[in-house]
């Protein structure tokens, strides 16, 4: 595959983020409709374009949408939004560019994604806990670690298909998740 020249990447990272924005806008339309939610939770699936921008372009990328994402809720719902998101997709980026290096040794992609997802959650809480003053808030963990495990895994699900896709097509053979380490360099 050809090199993609920084003009190319900052209109592919603009397009990610684009669609990080649309899948957010469709999680906070659909909220109400999905049951068993615990209060204030959502899906996550803007969360995916976040790990794949991570992969595709390193972990700068994944923080520049983490924080996109947080202007956008800063702007469509408010302070508060704005802060939960920014604490829980700035703790969800520094995760994956942690684990960014593991994938396929002692990571899969559903690991991936439940721990990019348990750390989106505490830094939400953190962030709640810092905002109310009170660490009674603490105890709402256990809740928000199951529904990480089920977020997660559904974002680690989508990674398992997407991820061989986009390397397959040629376009994005420079993925660095999901393959051996001589490939990478």
Same mark, same amino acid.
């Given at each position: =595959? %050809?090199?993609?020249?920084?003009? &190319?990447?900052?209109?592919? +990272?603009?397009?990610? /983020?684009?669609?990080?924005?649309?899948? #957010?806008?469709?999680?906070?339309?659909?909220?109400?409709?999905?049951?068993?939610?615990?209060?204030?939770?959502?899906?996550?699936? #803007?969360?995916?374009?976040?790990? *794949?921008?991570?992969?595709?372009?390193?972990?700068?990328?994944?923080? !520049?949408?983490?924080? +996109? @994402?947080?202007?956008?809720?800063?702007?469509?719902? /408010?302070?508060?939004?704005?802060?939960?998101?920014?604490?829980?997709?700035?703790?969800?980026?520094?995760?994956?560019? +942690?684990?960014? %290096?593991?994938?396929?040794?002692? *990571?899969? $992609?559903?690991?991936?994604?439940?721990?990019?997802?348990?750390?989106?959650?505490?830094?939400?809480?953190? =962030?709640?806990?810092?905002?109310?003053? #009170?660490?009674?808030?603490?105890? $709402?963990? @256990? $809740?928000?670690?199951?529904?990480?495990?089920?977020?997660?895994?559904?974002?680690?699900?989508?990674? !398992?298909?997407?991820?061989?896709?986009?390397?397959?097509?040629?376009?994005?053979?420079?993925?660095?998740?999901?393959?051996?380490?001589? &490939?990478?360099?």
């Amino acid at each position: =595959m %050809k090199k993609m020249n920084p003009a &190319q990447k900052a209109a592919l +990272l603009g397009v990610f /983020g684009a669609l990080a924005l649309a899948l #957010s806008f469709l999680e906070n339309t659909l909220l109400p409709a999905v049951p068993l939610l615990p209060p204030g939770a959502k899906l996550g699936l #803007s969360n995916l374009v976040t790990v *794949v921008c991570g992969a595709l372009f390193g972990p700068p990328a994944a923080f !520049c949408i983490a924080v +996109l @994402k947080a202007l956008f809720a800063f702007v469509t719902r /408010g302070v508060t939004a704005g802060l939960m998101s920014l604490a829980g997709g700035l703790l969800s980026a520094a995760a994956l560019s +942690l684990l960014l %290096k593991s994938i396929g040794k002692t *990571v899969s $992609y559903l690991g991936l994604g439940v721990l990019c997802a348990a750390a989106h959650n505490l830094g939400q809480l953190l =962030m709640s806990v810092c905002l109310t003053g #009170s660490p009674a808030l603490l105890s $709402y963990g @256990k $809740y928000l670690l199951l529904f990480a495990l089920f977020t997660g895994t559904l974002t680690g699900l989508m990674l !398992c298909v997407l991820v061989p896709r986009l390397q397959k097509s040629g376009r994005f053979s420079s993925i660095k998740i999901g393959q051996p380490e001589e &490939q990478n360099q």
